[in-house]
């Protein structure tokens, strides 16, 4: 069983910036790509960032803005946001692969609003 608990969300004024970690913990015995989504009220999941071995994508929308980042160390993700507009406020969740099966958060709330 992995565990994945994110942190860093809060409440942030257009054009600023958050940085959200995601912390793997548990039954890792090689965690191969791990990224970021998110959900708005009313809206489907979409992808937002991954990251496998030296490899990054990014959703269209966050591209120039966002970065993800990996410490294989410890087993974390992060998700550098700046530039931060209304429309990012969602829910926004870590995700883990590891032997065919797909790791959750719980999720962190980021509100972009002034």
């Known amino acids: 069983q992995v565990q994945l608990v994110e942190s860093g969300g809060g409440l942030v004024q257009p054009g600023g910036s958050l940085r959200l970690s995601c912390a793997a913990s548990g039954s890792i015995f090689r965690l191969y790509a791990m990224g970021w989504y998110r959900q708005a009220p009313g809206k489907q999941r979409e992808l937002v960032a991954t990251?496998?071995?030296?490899?990054?994508n990014y959703a269209d929308s966050v591209k120039g803005r966002f970065t993800i980042s990996r410490d294989n160390a410890k087993n974390t993700v992060y998700l550098q946001m700046n530039s931060l507009k209304p429309e990012d406020t969602a829910v926004y969740y870590c995700t883990g692969h590891q032997g065919g099966v797909n790791y959750w958060g719980q999720g962190t709330q980021v509100t972009v609003s002034s």
């Open positions: 990251v496998t071995g030296g490899t990054t």
